[in-house]
């Protein structure tokens, strides 16, 4: 019963590709969707869950994706020993960046991440030896599962979505544990869950960690994936991104996220047909959600319908 | 019989003003100790000094002979040492029986990874912090309410909720914040009697109230506090005979 949405949710993923094998919309943007569903999965963790907010968040995603493209192209990685590499070099400086960082609460919060954010980047632009500068990475080489390269639309469409699905399963059990408990507690009143046992500053590090480790992970396959990396992707503007399809979905739900991912990753692919208008009919859609579904439309919408059985039950007894 | 809680020398300044100044006592094991004092005479100071959440100037805490000054207050807590809140610091964003089970928090110690994966042993302690949540919530009397979020639970309801969460951490001590500020007369009752069952159940209870009725009637010892200092200390009926007291509270003829 527990996991009957993510049951549906897999369903759908594995049968669209099957209906639509050539289609644009499942299998490119699709790929892209699941990136940024695993990103905003983590992110909620961390903001939705603890209650805290980071505007730095991209800047993990890009310090895995170039990690993967600069010791793969320049020093010649195994891109699995790479990503790995990656991977800890993010666990490292999320750490060390988190102790003092964590130590600030909201708006103080959002400054610093976001000051950490545009350090990155700037890096990235400046560093160009290592980085390429601002034009970035690229002809960086393809991922293989033990001999089955990942070359086709297809197959990073099966790999991403079963990275994807782990990434949203690991959310789930995670806010259904004693740990989730503490996070919640956390963005209830960090007085109270201390006074319970709760070691608060501890609990905020471990999950801003988790959630950047799994942004490492996700650039790490994105660079694979476009075999190609500029600091565009991982910009102050993709940070914002991030923390709208948190907010969108509705915060502290899991599915609120990976609806928020998938709104944000769709919209404006449909809204190409508009143009010049296509920036302003975005904002509109997004500002029309807000104000009428506060909570988030996944969290809105799930409410919405609780809400509506309810009166037809009473209707039904009375 | 032995002491649970021994305080001495306790200080704490904000600035000039000496909110606690100089403050010794003890608590017996399994009894009710209260502590009484005009508006600002320091009684909630002296709450978070004891649970860490305020650090002393000067002063010892010991509890079961363990020094807690300089303690973190998740610290304190993992001792067995609990608290409710004056001022209402519910989980309002999680249901009633969730707020109970991260009371249990300290009863738990299954690792992150072990959540993620669901291993068997994670699961089986998740049964059994459920188990004593709900045992919580039925010793206060609020089995009937434990899905709705919190959010939706009259004020007198939330108090309560705050007693269970404590509870639920099988604490030695628990301290009380005003439990009965804002109740109406049955419900001042009701927590009377809850506040005695948790006594015969072995739990120690540290009491601040301004209902003097419900204080008097229901503790072993009152030590009562004025700007900060001790005025007095003994059993109720001294206390209320104690020249001292009445002139604090009432004022000087």
């Known amino acids: 019963m527990r996991l009957l949405g993510l049951g549906i949710f897999a369903a759908v993923i594995a049968i669209l590709p099957l209906l639509f094998p050539e289609n644009y919309y499942v299998t490119v943007v699709g790929v892209t969707m699941f990136f940024n569903v695993i990103l905003a999965v983590g992110l909620n963790l961390f903001m939705g869950y603890a209650g805290q907010i980071s505007l730095g968040h991209a800047a993990f995603f890009g310090l895995g994706a170039y990690s993967s493209a600069i010791l793969t192209t320049k020093f010649g990685f195994n891109p699995w020993l790479a990503m790995g590499a990656g991977v800890a070099l993010v666990w490292i400086v999320s750490y060390l960046v988190a102790k003092p960082i964590l130590r600030l609460k909201g708006h103080y919060l959002a400054m610093a991440t976001l000051g950490f954010g545009i350090i990155i980047h700037i890096f990235l632009v400046q560093y160009d030896t290592l980085t390429g500068g601002p034009d970035g990475l690229s002809s960086i080489p393809e991922l293989s599962i033990f001999g089955w390269p990942i070359n086709s639309d297809l197959r990073w469409y099966a790999v991403s979505a079963t990275v994807m699905l782990l990434s949203i399963l690991f959310s789930l059990n995670i806010v259904a544990s004693r740990h989730g408990r503490a996070l919640q507690a956390v963005h209830g009143s960090e007085v109270a869950a201390e006074t319970m046992g709760i070691d608060t500053s501890r609990v905020k590090v471990h999950i801003f960690v988790i959630s950047a480790v799994m942004a490492a992970v996700t650039g790490s396959l994105f660079v694979h994936e476009q075999a190609f990396i500029s600091p565009d992707s991982c910009s102050f503007f993709f940070s914002i991104e991030l923390v709208t399809m948190v907010v969108l979905g509705g915060m502290a739900s899991t599915f609120g996220a990976v609806f928020g991912a998938a709104i944000l990753t769709y919209l404006p692919e449909f809204l190409v047909v508009f143009q010049d208008f296509k920036v302003l009919i975005f904002g509109g859609i997004l500002m029309f959600i807000m104000i009428f579904l506060p909570e988030g439309l996944f969290v809105g919408l799930c409410r919405l319908f609780t809400h509506f059985k309810q009166e037809q039950k009473e209707c039904l007894t009375s | ?253």
């Open chain 2, 1 to 253: 019989m032995s002491y649970l809680l021994e305080v001495s020398g306790l200080e704490k300044a904000y600035g000039g003003v000496k909110a606690v100044n100089g403050v010794s006592f003890r608590v017996k094991e399994q009894t009710i100790f209260s502590v009484i004092g005009p508006n600002g005479a320091g009684k909630t100071t002296l709450f978070n000094l004891l649970t860490g959440i305020e650090r002393p100037d000067s002063g010892s805490i010991l509890f079961h002979e363990d020094q807690l000054v300089g303690l973190p207050p998740f610290k304190v807590a993992l001792k067995g040492i609990s608290r409710t809140f004056q001022n209402l610091q519910i989980f309002f964003n999680m249901s009633v029986v969730e707020n109970v089970m991260v009371g249990c928090h300290r009863l738990g110690n299954a690792s992150m990874l072990s959540a993620i994966f669901r291993l068997p042993s994670m699961l089986r302690e998740e049964r059994l912090i459920r188990h004593k949540a709900l045992k919580a919530l039925e010793f206060c009397g609020m089995s009937q309410m434990r899905d709705k979020p919190a959010d939706s639970l009259p004020y007198g309801q939330l108090k309560k909720l705050e007693i269970a969460r404590a509870l639920a951490s099988e604490p030695h001590l628990v301290l009380l914040d005003e439990p009965a500020a804002g109740l109406n007369d049955t419900e001042t009752v009701e927590l009377s009697e809850l506040i005695k069952k948790l006594v015969e159940n072995g739990i120690t209870v540290l009491l601040v109230e301004h209902n003097m009725g419900l204080v008097m009637d229901i503790s072993d010892e009152v030590l009562v506090l004025n700007y900060g200092e001790l005025l007095a200390m003994g059993t109720p009926s001294a206390i209320q005979k104690d020249p001292k007291v009445v002139a604090a509270y009432l004022g000087e003829e």
